[in-house]
């Protein structure tokens, strides 16, 4: 008689967006059944090719509805939630996100007999924060450690791959401005590429030592905005001058962003730009969890191609 081997389960909250699209790609390498669970499951369709027949499957699970994450934590052995916002629709929405929708995550997946949880929150996370974004980040945290003691709490810097919302972004940008505006130049980052979260959130569901610990996950470098501007410029080939805007222009953006659907700069992201992002010296990261980080300069050049000038052919530096 032929023995089968019973998979384990994985139930990943934010599977279909930019990390959790190489979460589940990693995870379905290694054998698991991933479950993606989501407001929209067709947004997680085209992750189904990344496994075997069944072995990915979309699911509905509203992050405000007690039985919709009961019913996608339900036998499985692993649970992720990667689920965070940057930018609040309507009021209140990164507390009910990003705070009580990480907290209610992890109480069912405690209740449900959920075996490891790994919550991706970021580095900005404080209670003293006076960004909404940063202080509900660190509720997020608190509300995941007293529902699951044993979580695994990552916390990445800015995440840079192909399909990105920086790089690409202000690459774009860069293409048609005359200048490259500057906010917060001297605010320092360190970049963390999206394949090295995505090893990281493996690492921690299958490390033993990784339980209950909470890791700051970021690249090799240290870069001010300023200095992240300059590569880009560098990196596309375009020659554009950095120009710091005034802070009474900045406000002035801000206030006018408030009546625009997809506002390029909230007051809230103003007050984040205020403060460093980067790794706590003496906080575990990647190389705690067996990564060594990738540079900017080995990923980037390759998806911001397609924005250099003359056609592709590579660019001289800036002066």
């Known amino acids: 008689m032929r023995q089968t081997t019973v998979r384990q389960v994985a139930t990943v909250f ?22 993606i669970a989501g407001r929209d499951p067709a947004r997680a369709r085209f992750l189904q090719t990344q496994g075997m027949v069944g072995q990915i499957v979309p699911l509905a699970a509203s992050l405000d509805d007690d039985g919709a994450v009961a019913r996608a934590v339900a036998g499985a052995d692993l649970v992720v ?3 965070g916002i940057l930018a609040e629709r309507k009021a209140g929405d990164f507390t009910r996100v990003q705070a009580e929708g990480a907290g209610r995550v992890a109480r069912l997946a405690a209740a449900g007999g959920v075996e490891r949880l790994v919550h991706v929150s970021a580095i900005g996370a404080d209670p003293a924060s006076p960004s909404r974004y940063g202080k509900s980040k660190a509720e997020g945290e608190a509300a995941v450690r007293a529902a699951f003691p044993g979580a695994t709490i ?3 810097s ?9 790089f690409n972004r202000f690459a774009s940008l860069a293409r048609f401005l005359p200048i ?4 917060a130049g001297a605010t320092r980052f360190q970049p963390v590429y999206v394949g090295d979260v995505a090893d990281a959130v493996v690492a921690a569901a299958t490390r033993e030592d990784a339980v209950g610990k909470t890791y700051e996950l970021a690249g090799p470098r240290v870069l001010t905005f300023r200095e992240l501007l300059r590569f880009i ?3 596309t080939g375009h020659r554009r001058p950095l120009v710091d805007l005034p802070q009474g222009l900045v406000k002035l953006q801000v206030a006018l962003g ?3 659907p997809n506002a390029p700069l909230t007051e809230d992201q ?3 730009l205020q403060r460093d992002n980067v790794a706590a010296a003496d906080a575990p990261g990647l190389a705690a969890l067996g990564i060594a980080p990738k540079s900017i300069e080995a990923v980037v050049p390759g998806y911001l191609r397609r924005f250099r000038t003359g056609g592709g052919r590579r660019p001289q530096p800036a002066g």
Do not use: H
């Open 14 to 35: 934010g599977g279909a967006g930019f990390i959790g699209r190489y979460v589940v790609q990693r995870l379905a390498a290694q054998g698991w059944v991933v479950r």
């Open 81 to 83: 939630n990667l689920v």
């Open 154 to 156: 990552l916390r990445p």
């Open 158 to 166: 800015i995440v840079f791959g192909p399909e990105d919302q920086f």
């Open 180 to 183: 490259m505006p500057v906010v």
């Open 233 to 235: 410029l560098d990196t």
């Open 258 to 260: 408030r009546y625009l």
């Open 270 to 272: 103003l007050l984040m």
